[in-house]
């Protein structure tokens, strides 16, 4: 048991507010996944026209439909005050959505709203406006969590701002070998270019497969264009022998792959916008004792060094030569070691090291 939590023997009462279901923010999940025991929880949103799972030891509100429409946000935001009015919570978390300071006109003591991203709207006048209205909401509340100091200050967010990272989940412990490649990318599709690491991937395939086996596999989502240009790069380049495209797959199933490759694909866009987003992709790879090829965005290379992988540029060249460097380095990899060191980025150790007595400080 938590030693903060099993000295003070209180059962707080938590509540997360977001609009989507429960589930559909992976951060709030693993919350949940390591509170349980600890508190009573309950969680309003809606279901997005999804089957409602139910979970053990949490109480789901879920409104029928979306959050989109002035009906729905309406809706949305009486079933929060009839809830906050009619019950009291010792630790409000509100994950960040465009008008949720009016939540502020209901409850002031024990809010925290939780700020997880930037806008990365392709457009970037859109981005900036979207951000503007972020960074006027977030002042109005007196508690901010956000996923790291650089984030932080990339939109301007207030000193008292408390810092509650991004992380994964903990793996049990496996020797990986690299007597294969075995190149695995997992995440959004969304403007992230995954056809630069096929032509990559392609090109070193032709010069090296004569001197070890290898294969790349991409899990993810995206649009139809998104998955189109996907498979069209594949075909084009000869590769659907060797790269298989298997689109989403969700946690536990994920967990099979994560096992099963050594080599972990964490291509973003090197783009302002990107820059101080911790991608959960790269703390997934260490967690499972994989090397990880990673874009030199400020947040990976907080964490990626030689002894876990290698940092590179992101045009097709540089993966192609961060390809080249694992290869050359792959027998100096300890795979045990790199879960070890990635410990701290456990969503066990944040939420038992960091979140646990950021919550028990409320009174």
Known sequence: MNQVVSEKRLRKRILFINPGPFGSLTDTYYYYIHLKEYYDITHVGFDEGKEVINYDNIR?????????????????????????????????LINYFIGCSLIRLFRRKSVVVDVRSSYIFKNKY?????????????????????????????????????????????????????????ILYVGTFC????????????????????????????????????????????????????????????????????HDHNVGMSYIPIKNHYEHQPPTKTFEYLLSGMAVIATGTSENKKVI??????????????????LKEIYIRRL????EKIQKNAKSYSWEEI?????????ESFN
Not at 161 to 167: C, N
Not at 351 to 359: D, F
């Open 191 to 258: 403007q992230r270019n995954i056809p630069n690491t096929i032509f990559a991937f392609a090109k070193f395939y032709r010069e090296h497969n004569s001197k070890i086996p290898m294969s790349y596999t991409i899990i993810g989502y995206g649009s139809e264009d998104d998955v189109a240009n996907i498979q069209t790069a594949i075909m084009t380049q000869e590769m659907k022998d060797h790269i298989s495209y298997i689109g989403v797959i969700r946690y536990p199933k994920l967990n099979k792959y994560l």
């Open 332 to 335: 100096s990899y300890d795979t």
């Open 60 to 92: 789901l509100i879920h409104l029928n439909g979306g959050s989109s429409g002035l009906s729905q946000k309406r809706l949305f935001f009486k079933k929060i005050r009839e809830l906050l009015n009619s019950e009291n919570f010792d630790f409000i």
């Open 305 to 322: 060094s030689d002894s876990n992988g290698v940092v590179i540029n992101d045009s097709i060249e540089d993966i192609y030569n961060g």
């Open 126 to 182: 859109k981005r900036f406006l979207y951000n503007i209205i972020l960074f006027f909401e977030v002042h109005f509340f007196r508690n901010i969590t956000v996923i790291s100091k650089g984030l932080s200050n990339f939109l301007h967010l207030p000193g008292r701002s408390h810092i509650l990272p991004l992380g994964a989940p903990q793996f049990p412990l496996v020797k990986k070998k690299f007597d294969s490649l075995k």
């Open 351 to 359: 939420v038992n090291g960091n979140l646990i007595p950021y919550i």
